[in-house]
Nanobody, 120 residues
């Protein structure tokens, strides 16, 4: 199995910045796509960013000017840099990976989430 553990969340003032990290571990054969999703109170989970193993990124228009996703493949780690934080960014942020285990099973994996709270 593959485990994802997020870190870096917390309470930040509006206009500030934050970097989230997510480290994958376990019986990993390959990780193809990693990304970040978020879920705000009373809302459905939404895409923040994804990045493929080759470095191709995807951002929704709502965040693309403020968000950068990156990954360190040897460390099986993905990062999310958020600048110019807004109160609307307040949410639980979930790490995502589409990966293949040593047992050669491909599936989606999710972290437990890390809380980001932006105060005004």
């Amino acid at each position: 199995q593959v485990q994802l553990v997020e870190s870096g969340g917390g309470l930040v003032q509006a206009g500030g910045s934050l970097r989230l990290s997510c480290a994958a571990s376990g019986s990993i054969f390959a990780i193809f796509t990693m990304g970040w999703y978020r879920q705000a109170p009373g809302k459905q989970r939404e895409l923040v960013a994804t990045i493929t193993s080759g470095g191709s990124t995807n951002y929704p228009d709502s965040v693309k000017d403020r968000v950068t996703i990156s990954r360190d493949n040897p460390k099986n780690t993905v990062y999310l840099q958020i600048n110019s934080l807004k109160p609307e960014d307040t949410a639980v942020y979930y790490c995502y990976a589409y990966a293949e285990s040593i047992a050669r099973v491909r599936r989606d994996y999710w972290g437990q989430g890390t809380q980001v709270t932006v105060s005004s």
